[in-house]
């Protein structure tokens, strides 16, 4: 019996099969040519002295990653990444939280709201950065105005080497929709029974944010965090258009760094290696990301 | 059940003495100063655009200018033969729109596969979507030049205008969550009446997947509007320029002086994305929501 159905089924199964490749075909063309193909031949042009021309090219080992260690100005981007990651996750997701919070009370109008928190989110990019420059202009900007009214003496914004990195990471709070809907969305995942026996054992607004909302929220706010440091490696368009990593190299970022690297300076092994060092961090915090993701799951089923 | 309802009834009363009175009040007293917050660069960019010269530097600043001068919109678009808006709209547009396309055809085939068909190595090549979903495009960037120097295709669309036709991680991903979604009964019927995958895709996915088609839509053409990298680094010469690159262009030029005019282009860069925002709003709320609970 079995074996007389095996048959048919087998053949039927294999021509599913083809059909899933088929389907897939365009998608994996893609991650060969323009994706895997591109990552292995970065790795390979960083052992090279790859300046212009891929004619004629040198291998040197290491050289490119003992140039780039040596380069004051490679930690000066390094340490200026961090900053902005640092800066982003500590402000960009509690100030993303604190919306999510607000947009999760039952008031009316809620959704006028939560569109026009979106709003700068879909809009950046250079027009907005260009807006931007004279919002932080010093002297005419409305931001300095507008603190002087208050009586604050506001500081040089971008074009202070102090100034410059926290003035971007304000500049990014912004742009937190996609964070702010994710948290949103999560808060809104958070079985209300909690809350209900929270305050039955008297629980205020802080106790039940503190013991119920984050806790329940902390697989969410993980993969937000992971976001928000992938998004930080990003910010290449403000970076050209506002500041061009000055004053002196205190907004050169890792992406700016190759940028001149491979684009002016044509040091084009250089940033193949400075690629493939961004590469490698990219995936050990999506790795880290899945990682966690997965635990959270086995937990959730453990006890749901 | 009795003791649920006497719970409910008792955080409703509480909920009746004046908290949820102070509840409101806290929370519009936070929305309503953000909301203005959020939009105010909105502001500060169209009043500018508004303002004659002269107004722009004035001090202290206006949000609304004395004199509107509606010209700059012109002026700011047609007044430099050193940038050619017109041209750059036309290839942001087409860019956009073909990507669009790109997107939506190679992603829809691929989530498919991956949400309704069964096949070994199956699972290998979705943890490679997911551990793709998240590497941006800049980290490949210099080998890519390279390869699309060596197909000749420095200064074209094409560097632009191929890739999206090969899928993208987070939109497969996207359109499988969606796809997951809808009942097995209604892919086993069509198989009854002797449907193949092509169809079942055509006939059934696409009309229930118009929201999730749409949420991936309006994605891929903010990305695309916006994209400053890609054209910045495989386009030279103005024809082929898109606008944003047009903008920074113009900003190099005249920004220094020209205030008013460069806001009055960048308001009109903008006046697309606003339009699609505000049309779609409800799908990009959702779209994102399930990228991130879901996954």
Request: proline share 6%.
């Amino acid at each position: 019996m079995m074996r007389r159905f095996s048959r048919p089924i087998s053949a039927s199964a294999r021509r599913e099969e083809r059909i899933f490749y088929l389907f897939i075909l365009p998608w994996l063309i893609g991650l060969v040519v323009f994706s895997a193909g591109p990552v292995f031949g970065m790795l390979g042009l960083s052992f090279t002295d790859w300046r212009i021309s891929l004619d004629d090219l040198q291998f040197i080992g290491l050289d490119n990653y003992a140039k780039l260690f040596d380069d004051p100005i490679f930690w000066t981007s390094v340490g200026n990444t961090l900053y902005i990651v640092v800066g982003r996750v500590v402000f960009g997701v509690s100030f993303a939280l604190l919306l999510a919070v607000l947009l999760n009370q039952k008031v009316p109008g809620i959704a006028f709201f939560r569109a026009v928190y979106y709003l700068p989110t879909v809009t950046a990019g250079v027009a907005v950065a260009l807006v931007w420059i004279w919002i932080f202009n010093p002297r005419l900007g409305i931001l300095n105005y507008s603190l002087k009214q208050i009586g604050i003496q506001g500081p040089p914004w971008i074009f202070s080497k102090t100034w410059v990195k926290p003035s971007l990471i304000l500049m990014s709070m912004f742009s937190v929709g996609p964070i702010m809907i994710i948290l949103l969305a999560g808060l809104q995942g958070v079985p209300k029974e909690l809350y209900e026996s929270a305050e039955i054992d008297g629980a205020g607004l802080w106790a039940k944010f503190r013991n119920v909302t984050l806790p329940m929220l902390s697989p969410v706010l993980f993969f937000v965090i992971i976001i928000s440091v992938v998004s930080s490696f990003q910010n290449f368009t403000e970076i050209r258009v506002m500041t061009e990593g000055g004053p002196g190299e205190s907004s050169n970022v890792l992406i700016w760094y190759l940028w001149e690297n491979a684009f002016i300076f044509l040091q084009l092994g250089i940033a193949a290696a400075v690629a493939w060092i961004m590469f490698v961090v990219l995936m050990v915090l999506t790795g880290a990301q899945f990682w966690v993701g997965r635990r959270w799951v086995y937990y959730e089923a453990d006890t749901g | 059940m009795t003791a649920r309802k006497r719970k409910e009834s008792v955080s409703w009363r509480k909920s009746i003495h004046g908290r949820r009175a102070i509840g409101y009040i806290l929370t519009f007293a936070l929305l309503v100063p953000l909301g203005v917050a959020f939009v105010l660069p909105f502001i500060v960019m169209v009043s500018t655009a508004l303002k004659p010269l002269n107004q722009v530097f004035a001090f202290p600043p206006r949000l609304i200018p004395e004199t509107v001068q509606w010209e700059n919109f012109a002026d700011g678009w047609y007044g430099y033969g050193y940038v050619n808006f017109t041209t750059c709209t036309w290839n942001s547009l087409k860019i956009t729109i073909n990507n669009i396309i790109g997107n939506v055809v190679s992603c829809t085939l691929a989530a498919y596969a991956f949400a309704r068909l069964k096949a070994r190595g199956k699972n290998f090549f979705f943890a490679i979507v997911l551990a793709t979903m998240l590497l941006p495009n800049e980290a490949l960037v210099v080998p890519q030049y390279v390869l699309f120097n060596r197909f000749g295709w420095l200064d074209t669309h094409l560097p632009l205008m191929v890739p999206p036709w090969f899928g993208w991680p987070f939109f497969i991903f996207l359109l499988r969550q969606f796809f997951l979604t809808i009942p097995e009964e209604l892919v086993d019927a069509a198989k009854i009446d002797g449907a193949g995958h092509a169809r079942i895709l055509l006939q059934i996915f696409i009309p229930l997947s118009k929201p999730a088609l749409a949420t991936l839509a309006i994605f891929a053409f903010i990305g695309n509007w916006n994209n400053f990298f890609g054209p910045l680094l495989y386009l030279r010469t103005p024809d082929v320029q898109t606008l944003p690159v047009c903008l920074v262009q113009y900003q190099g030029a005249y920004g220094n002086t020209e205030w008013h005019l460069m806001m009055a282009v960048a308001t009109i860069a903008v006046i697309p994305v606003l339009l699609i925002f505000v049309f779609g709003q409800r799908y990009f709320v959702e779209g994102i929501a399930t990228s991130g609970v879901k996954g």
